[in-house]
């Protein structure tokens, strides 16, 4: 299992974290914020999920917007063994999953959506925590399933603060993701809107 080495980038526009290992293939992840969590701030929880490398290489089929993101790929080159990935998200609490190859690596990033009335610089992030494999079961089936490792990231913005994004990462259910809450698949990323979950509210 990835080993998760928090960075904060205070007053950058990429605030991100990567796991140990920065010698083997790498998931380059760009989560792109919309209002209302840009903005108005929240939480995404941010869930690595390890697949085989041959499903890793091939294309979903999916939108991908980092691909075109110039300020990504001027930034952090990658090599050419690896591969960008994008998501959006918007609710103020989201959960994004994506792919990365096993025996790989990842780091992801956070970044106003291309095109935003929204100064680059302003946007900051911090982890409040990190949590590692555990399980959820669905609450009608009774399935069990493995879930984790996640971080929780705190958008700062004026309406949500720190303890908040505590509290909504250590309450929201990340098994089942596409049963429980709304979501939209990007490639080798899911992106759900976390605020309402069916089971629950």
Not at 77 to 99: C, E, H, K, N, T
Request: glycine fraction near 8%.
């Amino acid at each position: 299992m990835a080993i998760l080495l928090p960075i904060l980038l205070a007053g950058s526009s990429y605030s991100y974290a990567v796991a140990e290992d920065k010698k083997k293939m790498l998931s380059d992840v760009t989560i792109y914020l919309k209002p209302p969590i840009l903005g108005r701030g929240g939480t995404v929880i941010v869930l690595p999920k390890q697949v085989s490398t041959e499903d890793w290489r091939q294309s979903t089929g999916f939108e991908n917007p980092a691909l075109n993101d110039q300020r990504v790929s001027s930034a952090k080159p990658i090599g050419d063994a690896d591969r960008r990935l994008g998501a959006v998200a918007s609710d103020v609490v989201s959960i994004v999953q994506f792919d990365y190859p096993e025996d790989g690596t990842f780091r992801f990033r956070f970044a106003p959506f291309p095109g935003a009335d929204y100064p680059m610089e302003k946007l900051g992030t911090k982890q409040v925590s990190i949590g590692g494999v555990g399980q959820d079961m669905h609450p009608v089936s009774q399935e069990i399933v493995n879930v984790g490792p996640l971080q929780v990231m705190h958008i700062l913005g004026t309406d949500h603060s720190e303890e908040e994004s505590r509290i909504a990462g250590s309450a929201k259910r990340i098994g089942f993701l596409t049963e429980r809450y709304s979501c939209v698949k990007f490639d080798h990323v899911l992106s759900c809107s976390a605020s309402k979950d069916r089971f629950h509210d």
